[in-house]
């Protein structure tokens, strides 16, 4: 049992189903539909965005099923007509899904995710694929920003307590995708295949009668190459007892408190003293971006990052929405592209298929969004950003699970590795790409 | 098939494991210990927090149990030896935890769940007791604040689009603890029993050929008490069709953008002048507790909040910790209090027990913290903190559930009922009571 549920089919706003009660009864319902995905800005600041939740969401949408317990909930609570429960018992999502790669970076009003499918089909998706997206391409960006500061140091998601309990485990994964090396999530290790990393907290310090009875007892178990925690008490003696302990191979120290760039010195200047220069100096204290950052000239082997990362960093949901923006009218005819005015929400109608414009260096220049035909691809020479995702309701395996992970890893590299040197520093600025409709 | 998954044992940190590992192997796994959660501060300027998550945290420790699949995972990927999967094989916590009602309100240092059991039961719940109160906590503490500014008006849960899709259900039950109405996601609905509602987006009227045609559609298929979306493209005509379509009895009109005080005003003028007087008008765009202050005074019957109570408005994680306070000694002997003493850090050792102190009228004006020793009750007229939770390994059955959820609700009430006005005022200060350790 992986931490994969039975049905994701409540995981869901039930205005979804009373739109699909209504248009059933219209007989609106099968209009031939595309919704797309997109933000409407990045967060203040922010140059660019990572997506992630694409291989989680296709297995979701696979899970997508009304089986006899959620109907009779729906039927219970009178929340559809029994036409519709009907209607929901035999749901399978059967429409074309195409999309960003998992991995991709994303810029305002350009569409990741693209439904066609009639509109009972796509609309009942809308809730359950916002969750996915908003959440995980909030930590996957703010942890790809924190991979930048880092130059080149690995660092480890160790946010799970600071999430909600199944958040953690996608957390893990968006930030793996974004660049880190491991968690400290065992889930994320299994579902997702994500390296796992951790050795011991302040209570197992505590627990024993000296500080040097509690390293003996983790090196005796995991290996003098293991991490100890040395700041429970005093960060000089306990190192003193580390390598006392542990030898000069010891693994690394870990620090989870204190005024870092001074304390870090001083603890590579004591382990070198003492012979342990292999040593590594791993820090975990309430990182950010900005921390890791300032960190930069210290003798830092790795980092742990927690809160931080797994609220997006100040950020905690993407501003992503699903839009309608076309159909095709009653008599099945011709596509109608549609659009609401709503003070301050407006958008733009029509199916669109975004490419990525690149220099003669490959250096990305622009985001552009062309306004497209059913069919039809744009006459480009810029990078496509679309791949198919679900075709006639089959999903492409090779975005699922542990492969579609790792895939979404290296893609992510690729195309940061398009971008130019602005889009890494963290001022706050405008998005890195312009968006341009073309 | 509820959101319930089988095993929740690895959604935990590598670390507790290795260090169940290492004192397994020393022996001092079995130690007598005390283990108290609790908070380090309020984020910046909240008056008091909101404790949520109990019920759901009472029933993943029942599930947290290593299956088959579950020691296969720790043993390919030799997370621990083999004696400590054999050990993990039999694991159940048979110790006994007291804490909080779900539902009361925190305060800085005051332990809200306090276990006793052997480090080795103990250490291994760090990571998902504080992951569920950290994120359940964090919403109710915002939706609490929310509840207070709509100053007697329901308030809706709608955020589950910008949280994970398993924290939205989490997030729906934190908010109807702390005195939202009801939620838009069905599945906290199926699980936990809040009310849910919702009717129709944007997208509903879009795929229409005209807003009339959506309109009598939706009022067709939920009749004409319904709530009526009204502003895809102009408010002033799409209100002048909601009437013609639905008569006067229509239920409520939606606003989802514009300048809503101003707005607020002109749609209830335009409503009354239609003589649909009774026609209740929600609000839904992007509010949070200083919105809907800022709307006290305009006609108003419902709100519909989003992000900001699914994000902890600004706070997506309460700062709970989890901390080896007092363990018994190596023979069992006398009790040891244990505190570490990282820079900033700092925690106070020994077993505690929280009273909330209440003046002759019953305004609560301090939270006192006794040390004491175990088995003893502190001698204090006020109000005791602690009921049991598990005892001997046994779940008290009433924190479960549906029951338990509504009276989570119901002891918040009470809880707030008990705190100084000036508790509800919007501007920031320090925490409401006073944090005494007697």
């Known amino acids: 049992m992986t931490e994969r549920a039975a049905s994701s089919a409540l995981l869901t706003d039930r205005y979804e189903l009373t739109m699909l009660d ?11 539909c595309v919704f797309e995905a997109f933000t409407r800005r990045l967060p203040a600041g922010r140059r660019y965005g ?6 989680r969401l296709l297995e979701l949408i696979e899970q997508f099923r009304f089986q006899d317990a959620e109907l009779q909930f729906l039927r219970d609570n009178r929340v559809v007509r029994d036409e519709t429960i009907d209607w ?13 790669r998992e991995g991709e970076l994303f810029f305002p009003g350009s569409p990741f995710f693209i439904v066609d499918a009639p509109f009972a089909e796509g609309v009942i998706l809308e809730t359950l694929l916002l969750s996915v997206f908003n959440y995980d391409s909030a930590v996957a960006s703010a942890a790809a920003r924190m991979v930048a500061a880092a130059g080149g140091r690995p660092l480890a998601e160790m946010g799970s307590r600071r999430a909600n309990e199944r958040s953690a485990v996608a957390a893990a994964r968006a930030a793996f995708i974004a660049g880190f ?5 065992l889930e994320a290790g299994r579902t997702w295949g994500v390296p796992t990393m951790g050795t011991a907290a302040h209570a197992f310090t505590l ?9 003996r007892a983790q090196v005796n178990a995991l290996g003098p190459g293991t991490t100890l925690l040395v700041d429970t008490f005093d960060v000089e003696k306990a190192i003193e007892t580390a390598v006392k302990v542990a030898g000069p191979e010891l693994g690394a120290v870990r620090l989870d408190s204190g005024d870092l760039p001074k304390l870090v010195k001083q603890v590579r200047e004591q382990l070198d003293s003492l012979g342990a220069a292999k040593t590594r100096i791993t820090v975990t204290n309430d990182l950010d971006e900005f921390t890791i950052a300032a960190l930069a000239a210290s003798p830092v082997d790795s980092y742990g990052v927690g809160t931080s990362v797994v609220t ?19 008599d099945g005819g011709e596509w109608i592209s549609v659009a609401k005015k709503s003070d301050g929400k407006a958008s733009i109608g029509g199916r669109k298929h975004p490419i990525r414009r690149l220099d003669a260096r490959g250096t990305a220049v622009a985001e ?21 995702l679900i075709t006639d309701g089959e999903v492409h395996r090779e975005h699922l699970g542990v492969e579609g992970t790792r895939r979404a890893r290296d893609h992510r590299a690729l195309a940061m590795a398009e971008l130019p040197d602005e889009a890494f520093r963290l001022g706050r600025g405008d998005p890195v790409l312009p968006t341009i409709f073309g």
């Open 88 to 100: 929901l018992a035999d749901y399978r999502f059967s429409g074309t899904i195409r999309g960003y």
């Open 50 to 55: 990572v997506l992630a939740g694409t291989g």
């Open 207 to 215: 627990l024993h009668d000296s500080e040097e009875d509690a390293f």
């Open 22 to 32: 209504a248009a059933l009864l219209a007989g609106t319902h099968d209009r031939e």
């Open 181 to 185: 090396s491991a968690t400290s999530n």
């Open 312 to 330: 997006g960093s100040g950020h905690p949901a993407s501003g992503m929405v699903y839009k309608l923006v076309a159909h095709r009218s009653g």
């Open 368 to 388: 552009v969004v062309h306004i497209v035909e059913k069919g039809d691809t744009p006459d480009d020479s810029g990078r496509d950003l679309l791949v198919p």
